[in-house]
């Protein structure tokens, strides 16, 4: 009896996969959820999930399986995500990784078994540069990308003395050379602060001491919030401008700093108001899902899916390796952003904008400003083999 | 000139802080002898309470008093539940239960208010900066935080020196068996105690709320901070708790502030700049290690 039950549980158990057909490709998605940041993973989630659920399950007319996981803004549990990925559950396409240390942990081996990397969020200059891979793609950004922009705009607008300002971990050190990199004026003063510092007063003090034409910030998530509050508080806002790329002015960190962030200008690769096609129908399908305005995490999340798509279509849902990355170099796709192509490292080359933040009646939000790098090649690209 | 004026400030106002938040940690550590990691937990709660009435209703003041209400509240309720079985238990114990209650707490405030970062708006009447001196302009609102800080200290000084319930809390720290003989309901004292604590990590918590982001895991910065202060006053001592305070608001904002441009003079920009950063981040604990070395008890450790 007993036999007869265990056995009928196991046919059970095995009927939905007699039923399929063709089996969905899987797309591992590895990405932070929890922690104070685990609102970008979720972000990067939704947007691809709104691409998979437009069309019904597939990608590019083929079906599809996204399994996802938290990796805690842990580079050792993304490992091990990604390992259990490529070896249990057989996937060949990832994506996901929020955080620059995480994917530098995750990426260069992964991409090495097999399997094909493409970045939602992270992008940083090792994998740009003497680190790229024919199975490493960027969709995002290079990480300095955003920085690069907001140092020519500040060039552009004049403003002779800039005091920069990041915390003292290596993504601060990177974005603060990458506005270097395109400022042409004078550096007022360059502190590094403690990661997760809370109370900015001293620094805040010290810049209304020094008196530079503008400030030049990295400080992602709530060190973000904390240092627009305070600097708002100070009365500095009215006197001596911010500057920053994306990562400080997305809606939901608008949401948590009210009118401090007001007029700020941003460097981002997209804005919700972009006036092509594709964006359009996304940031109203978002909406209408979610019931919230989509920041860059959400349209990087729904490219990456739609170029997969794209790819899934050219090679009719093959998993073979070599045929999946060519199709996806091609990169076939309508872009949220517009233009876009990847270079020879595989990273985009994309037009880059400078935008603004806004209050609308239903909230806080940018508009675009102006288009300030058009088809911007990453610094890195020149030092990779490919 | 005016600048060191304004750091001094911007130090004080950290001291004011880090003295709500260790006034009541070196309480529970010297009366009750009971480590609680979970004193951050009450600073993130009274935030988050106070945000939420802030928003609801408008009034900063009823904020305030929610707050320090609900901290106080939850501080009474963790003491019966779960600290009251811990008093007889060793330190390490009590340092394994209540990190357990910090990572409950944290996922608690995530399920009840979600993983986005409150918003908190400084009271309108506050939210300016004032001229103190020709050309020093300061935020009004830290201020008021000094203000409200000095005047807890007071009305603790108050309690304790003057009022038969703070006697009886001295007592109690010097000799519990003692006082418990003598008629005193000491659990009701232990109770007391620690929901006072923990209404003045509520009261710390909802005055920064406007300055700082209002988020799951905000009481963690704060309890390191917290735990170098009331090391560096001398544990179970409310003196040593103002004097460490504010040893350690001047010493982390005045480092901060001043390191660089002294190394300036000293090293080139570059090698000047992360130097000063990391020495900027070590600087208190620097000063907790001198400190020990000279005075292994504290500054102002308390007797018995």
Redesign the interface.
């Known amino acids: 009896m007993k036999k007869l039950v265990i056995g009928l549980c196991a046919l059970g158990l095995t009927l939905p996969t007699l039923c399929f057909s063709a089996d969905p490709v899987k797309i591992g998605m590895i990405t932070t959820l929890s922690t104070k940041a685990g609102y970008l993973g979720e972000e990067i989630r939704d947007g691809f999930k709104l691409a998979i659920d437009q069309e019904g399950g597939k990608l590019g007319g083929i079906g599809v399986e996204l399994l996802v996981e938290d990796d805690d803004a842990k580079p050792e549990k993304g490992k091990q995500i990604a390992e259990r990925f490529a070896q249990k559950d057989g996937v060949k396409i990832m994506t996901g990784i929020v955080f620059s240390n995480v994917a530098m942990a995750v990426v260069p081996k992964i991409i090495k078994e097999n399997v094909l990397y493409l970045s939602a969020n992270a992008g940083p200059s090792d994998l740009a540069g003497s680190g790229c891979d024919p199975n490493y793609f960027s969709v995002s950004y290079q990480n300095d990308n955003l920085d690069e922009v907001v140092g020519q705009y500040v060039t552009e607008v004049g403003h002779k003395n800039v005091y920069l300002l990041a915390p003292n971990y290596p993504a601060g050190k990177d974005h603060l050379a990458g506005f270097k990199r395109f400022y042409k004026g004078n550096i007022a003063g360059e502190v590094y602060t403690k990661l997760d510092q809370a109370d900015y007063a001293a620094e805040i003090a010290t810049i209304r001491d020094a008196g530079p034409e503008a400030v030049f910030f990295f400080l992602p998530g709530g060190m973000g919030i904390n240092f627009l509050k305070q600097y708002a508080q100070a009365g500095l806002n009215k006197t001596i401008p911010l500057y920053g790329p994306a990562f400080s002015f997305d809606e939901r960190i608008l949401g948590a700093v009210g009118d401090a962030a007001l007029g700020v200008k941003n460097g981002s690769q997209w804005t919700h108001d972009l006036d092509n096609p594709a964006n359009r129908q996304f940031v109203a399908a978002y909406r209408k899902a979610y019931n919230r305005t989509p920041t860059l995490y959400a349209a990087q999340g729904y490219d990456t899916a739609r170029l997969i798509g794209s790819a899934l279509k050219a090679t009719g849902g093959t998993t073979d390796l070599a045929a999946l990355r060519t199709a996806v170099k091609k990169a076939d796709f309508a872009s949220v952003r517009g233009n876009f192509s990847f270079g020879n490292n595989q990273h985009p080359i994309q037009d880059i904008y400078i935008r603004e933040v806004i209050q609308t009646e239903t909230g806080f939000t940018n508009r675009t400003v102006k288009k300030v790098f058009t088809n911007h090649v990453d610094t890195y690209a020149k030092e990779c083999k490919m | 000139m005016?600048?060191v004026i304004?750091?001094f400030l911007?130090?004080l106002?950290?001291g004011i802080t880090l003295f709500l938040m260790s006034a009541g940690l070196t309480l529970v550590f010297g009366i009750m002898q009971v480590i609680n990691l979970a004193h951050g937990s009450f600073y993130m709660i009274g935030a988050y309470v106070g945000a939420t009435v802030a928003a609801l209703t408008g009034s900063f003041l009823l904020a305030m008093l929610a707050a320090v209400a609900a901290a106080a509240a939850v501080g009474c309720i963790v003491e019966i539940l779960v600290l009251r079985h811990l008093y007889a238990r060793q330190h390490l114990d009590q340092v394994l239960a209540t990190f357990g209650l910090i990572m409950f707490f944290n996922e608690l405030i995530r399920i009840i208010w979600g993983?986005?970062?409150?918003?908190m708006?400084?009271p309108g009447a506050l939210?300016?900066?004032i001229q103190l001196l020709p050309g020093l302009?300061y935020?009004t609102?830290?201020l008021a935080v000094i203000g409200s800080g000095l005047l807890v200290a007071l009305f603790l000084w108050l309690m304790f020196a003057k009022t038969k319930i703070g006697m009886q809390i001295r007592a109690g720290s010097s000799n519990r068996e003692m006082v418990g003989a003598l008629g005193v309901n000491i659990n009701l004292l232990y109770t007391l105690v620690f929901g006072l604590g923990a209404a003045l990590a509520g009261l710390a918590g909802v005055m920064a709320g406007?300055?700082?982001?209002?988020?799951?895991?905000?009481g963690e910065?704060?309890l390191i901070l917290t735990f170098v202060v009331i090391v560096i006053g001398g544990i179970g001592s409310i003196r040593g708790a103002v004097a460490g305070a504010l040893l350690v608001g001047m010493v982390d904002?005045?480092g901060?502030?001043f390191l660089?441009s002294i190394l300036r003079t000293i090293l080139a920009?570059?090698t000047a700049?992360?130097v000063a950063?990391?020495l900027?981040?070590m600087a208190i604990y620097i000063l907790m290690a001198a400190i020990l070395v000279w005075k292994p008890r504290g500054l102002f450790p308390a007797h018995g």
């Open positions: 005016l600048l304004e750091q911007n130090g106002q950290l993983r986005q970062p409150l918003f708006n400084v939210a300016k900066s302009h935020p609102y830290r406007p300055i700082l982001s209002v988020e799951p895991g905000m910065s704060i904002t005045l901060r502030a660089p920009a570059a700049d992360s950063a990391s900027s981040s």
